[in-house]
Antibody, heavy 120, light 107 residues
């Protein structure tokens, strides 16, 4: 089955760190650019970060630049988001998403998301 | 950054009705534009890419149009399972951005 499964979310205090994982299956993971998108429950979608197929190129939203790192392990078919210096405003459901065309930037496969709550 | 403005923010329509949701970009984005459907507690689902390309498995009652700054999602004959929130997205420039969403309810 073609799917993405996120894990690693949880409750933590401001200033803390967390690493999210996204396990891919059913497709050739190494052929796709991958993204993280977040959503405060009940609110809109916000693009967070992207990584190219071999991990050599990454981009971030200004709101997370310098605090978050995106990486991938193509041998393990897994995408990661390392989140440091977390703030209350980082509280959201984090989705990983597949980008079938690096030049068009749309997301044709999403995981179910993992909830990150930053609160003291 | 490119801002995406969707309208309306919510609407209610009857089964069989024709429904239109619009999205306006703050600058021209050619056809780097996409529509998603999201049900409560679920991940978004890609409906239409490149402004008008219907994704495989998406019912033909969904259609997209537009180019430049103004885009439209049309549901030609509303079905009960279409009750959801719909988001537009521009993929012309980073940071990619989404509209605020349109919550569609069935009367």
């Amino acid at each position: 089955e073609v799917q993405l499964v996120e894990s690693g979310g949880g409750l933590l205090q401001p200033g803390g760190s967390l690493r999210l994982s996204c396990a891919a299956s059913g497709f050739t993971f190494s052929s796709y650019w991958m993204h993280w998108v977040r959503q405060v429950p009940g609110k809109g979608l916000v693009w967070v970060s992207r990584i190219n197929t071999d991990g050599s190129s990454t981009d971030f939203a200004d709101s997370v630049k310098g605090r978050f790192t995106i990486s991938r392990d193509n041998a393990k078919n897994t995408l990661y988001l390392q989140m440091n210096s977390l703030r209350a405003e980082d509280t959201a459901v984090y989705y990983c998403a597949r980008d079938p065309s690096a030049t068009r930037g749309y997301f044709d496969l999403w995981g179910r998301g993992t909830l990150v709550t930053v609160s003291s | 950054d490119i801002q995406m403005t969707q309208s309306p923010s919510s609407l209610s329509a009857s089964v069989g009705a024709r429904v239109t949701i619009t999205c306006r970009a703050s600058q021209k984005i050619s056809s780097y534009f996409n529509w998603y459907q999201q049900n409560p507690g679920k991940a978004p689902k890609l409906l239409i890419s490149d402004a008008s390309t219907l994704q495989s498995g998406v019912p033909s009652r969904f259609s997209g149009s537009g180019s430049g700054t103004d885009f439209t999602l049309t549901i030609s004959s509303l079905q009960p399972e279409d009750s959801a929130t719909y988001f537009c997205q521009q993929s012309y420039n980073l940071p990619y951005s989404f509209g605020q969403g349109t919550k569609l309810e069935i009367k």
